[in-house]
């Protein structure tokens, strides 16, 4: 599969742990995104990287960081985790880090805090 | 504030019928507003974009900055439209990394 692919699919997890969802963006693309979707928020973005640099941060809470490797996978690590840590959170890849570059995304990590 | 919004959850139509999925939106300064959407077990997925002005599977948008919409619309829907659809925006020109997206209309198509 070329496509962005995430692992774990499904992570369960207790109240104050660490956990880091991982991303490979599809071959060629540079710019990587994650995303946050939850029931009450919608989807949000949290953060972009473009070959390896930061490019764009939103709502991101500071107990969540990112990193973009040399290989241009991702990796998005939550600690401290909450209840309403809970969501499915998404990753995207592009070409490039423009608008009329499409993002393409990938299947998701559903993460349960419990 | 930097808002989308799609006022309906759900919206149920009859296969052949006119459908029309709402995006409002609240920016600040010049918006360049996308559609993407979500069939079942499937990934999220671009639909179309108001820059291309372009249909995609019979589906057309069209920006009105006037009344800040940005409304989906097909003449005739078919069963295979069902799916979740949300509108998203950033800034025109800018980098994409900031999409903000609204909370998604489920369309159902029925027989």
């Known amino acids: 599969d070329s496509g962005v692919t995430q692992t774990p699919k499904h992570l369960i997890t207790a109240t104050g742990q660490r956990v880091t969802l991982r991303c490979s963006p599809r071959s060629g693309d540079l710019s990587v995104y994650w995303y946050q979707q939850s029931l009450d928020q919608g989807l949000q973005f949290l953060i972009q990287y473009y070959n390896g640099e930061e490019r764009a941060k939103g709502n991101i809470l500071e107990r969540f960081s990112a990193q973009q490797f040399p290989d241009l996978h991702s990796e998005l690590n939550l600690s401290s985790l909450e209840l309403g840590d809970s969501a499915l959170y998404f990753c995207?890849?592009?070409?490039?880090?423009?608008?009329?570059?499409?993002?393409?995304f990938g299947p998701g990590t559903r993460l349960t805090v419990l | 504030a930097q808002r989308v919004t799609q006022p309906e959850k759900l919206l149920s139509v009859f296969k052949g019928a006119p459908v029309e999925l709402k995006c409002n939106y609240s920016?600040?300064?010049?918006?360049?507003l996308f559609w993407y959407v979500q069939y079942s077990r499937q990934r999220l997925q671009l639909l179309l974009r108001?820059?291309s002005r372009e249909s995609i599977k019979g589906f057309t948008a069209d920006l009105n900055k006037g009344e800040t919409s940005f409304h989906l619309k097909k003449p005739f829907a078919q069963e295979e439209d069902s799916a979740m659809y949300y509108c998203a925006l950033t800034r025109y020109g800018g980098s994409q990394g900031n999409l903000i997206f609204g909370k998604g209309t489920k369309l159902s198509v029925k027989p």
């Open positions: 920016y600040s300064g010049s918006p360049e």
């Open positions: 108001h820059i």
């Open positions: 995207a890849s592009s070409v490039g880090d423009r608008t009329y570059n499409e993002q393409f």
